[in-house]
């Protein structure tokens, strides 16, 4: 709709100077009837309500961290530890300066997490106790939706079995019934999300086929994306009140501008309200940190919204590193100050959050597709030197010239 007032008002601007100046070549200005400058003013408003170009100062700075398998590895008999006796893994961070905690919650039954623990743990039940000892704790809480029985992503986004079934406005009508009763479950158990993402690496979509836009501007199927989100976040008010959680949209394109740009561009056309951009960010699948703030700085100047790493990972042992950065202790140190940096120089302060993947994982006893070399505590479970860095990245001045820093490893073009 904005993008059709501002090719209204472009070509009646250029026919209106084309007529009056032909007419009027011995005057110094050109009159512009007054229906016109109504619509330019229309539009100049409509820009910047969508990119003002002021200080963000409502968002915290989140230094999080996910902990989604904390129970269930604790339950295996993993126990963390900070440089002596074994203690709680959320206390541990929280005295690091972690000040935030995300948990994934799957649609699966109870059947099918006992059946296999790694792929549908998550389910509710599991996710409440877990939730309670995040806030307990007195630490932000931020829910991560799947909307799936298991791990969806920018490559999988499995319509839950139960749902199956359903035509396409019944989809959209339990959606809005699950995300009011999950977020009516947690609240209920004193455990109110403070954050909420509508989705996990959405990029492609969620709830495939119905919901599906991989590498398509298909109105239908963005029509349908926008719905089924829009009918989520309708779930998530209702249940919220008064205690609204800030909304976050997570697609896994943080070193990719353009990618970025297609998805939020169409999204944005689809009025889906939300309050952040959230992004993951791995070197091994997005490449050199360079793109990232390409990525970021666009995204926030284009779309005047805070954004924010909410995955990110690096490993500490039995790699050769990434773009200059070894896998040691001290390469995952570098590698968070390198990611902070370019965070902390996002415009006008629109840089939210780090959140990193992993974290409750220790190789070789949890070793899901390699995470436990990437985790934030080592093969004895104890604290890695890079949670440090995690923790207090947001009141630690400018450690190094980021753009100095990357200058070997260019940024791929993106327009």
């Keep these: 709709m904005l993008g059709d007032a501002k090719e209204v008002c472009r070509r009646s601007l250029d026919f209106h100077c084309f007529k009056k100046m032909k007419a009027n070549r011995s005057k110094s200005f050109v009159k512009f009837p007054g229906w016109l ?106 829910l991560d939706f799947h909307y799936s029985d298991t791990w969806a992503d920018g490559g999988h986004q499995v319509t839950p079995d139960a749902w199956t079934n359903l035509d ?15 977020i009516a479950a947690f609240k209920a158990a004193g455990a109110m999300p403070d954050y909420v993402q509508v989705g996990n690496e959405i990029t492609y979509g969620m709830l495939w086929p119905y919901g599906k836009v991989s590498h398509t501007n298909s109105t239908v199927q963005w029509s349908h994306l926008g719905q089924l989100m829009n009918a989520a976040i309708e779930g998530i008010r209702e249940a919220a009140g008064t205690t609204m959680p800030q909304l976050i949209v997570h697609i896994d394109q943080g070193g990719n501008w353009r990618n970025t740009k297609w998805f939020f561009d169409n999204l944005r056309r689809q009025e889906v309200p939300f309050d952040i951009i ?40 039995k790699s050769k ?6 896998g040691t202790t001290n390469g995952q140190v570098r590698f968070i100050e390198t990611l902070a940096q370019i965070v902390k120089k996002v415009p006008h302060g629109r840089g939210a959050g780090i959140f990193w993947w992993g974290t409750e994982f ?6 899901l597709a390699d995470y436990g070399k990437r985790s934030l505590f080592d093969t004895n479970g104890q604290l890695l030197p890079v949670a440090d860095a995690l923790g207090t990245w947001s009141a630690t001045p400018d450690i190094m010239n980021v753009t100095t820093h990357m200058s070997a490893y260019p940024a791929v073009r993106q327009n």
């Design 37 to 142: 400058l109504a619509a330019l003013a229309a539009v100049l408003a409509a820009n910047s309500l969508l990119a003002a170009d002021v200080p963000v100062s409502s968002t915290e700075l989140l230094t999080g961290a996910d902990m989604s398998f904390l129970n269930y590895f604790e339950t295996n008999g993993l126990t963390y530890r900070d440089n002596g006796p074994p203690e709680d893994a959320i206390q541990i961070l929280k005295r690091h300066g972690v000040n935030c905690i995300r948990l994934r919650l799957f649609t699966s039954s109870a059947a099918q997490a006992a059946n296999d623990p790694h792929g549908f743990v998550n389910t509710l039940d599991y996710t409440l106790p877990l939730a309670q000892r995040v806030k307990n704790a007195g630490l932000k809480f931020l």
């Design 168 to 182: 396409f406005p019944q989809l959209v009508q339990e959606l809005r019934v699950y995300n009011s009763n999950c």
């Design 278 to 317: 959230g992004e993951s960010y791995y070197p091994f699948f997005q490449g050199p940190w360079t793109n990232v703030p390409v990525c970021l700085d666009n995204a926030a100047r284009r779309y005047g919204k805070p954004v924010m790493i909410v995955e990110t990972d690096f490993p500490y042992i």
């Design 321 to 326: 590193g990434y773009y200059g950065i070894p």
């Design 362 to 367: 220790q190789y070789p006893a949890e070793n």
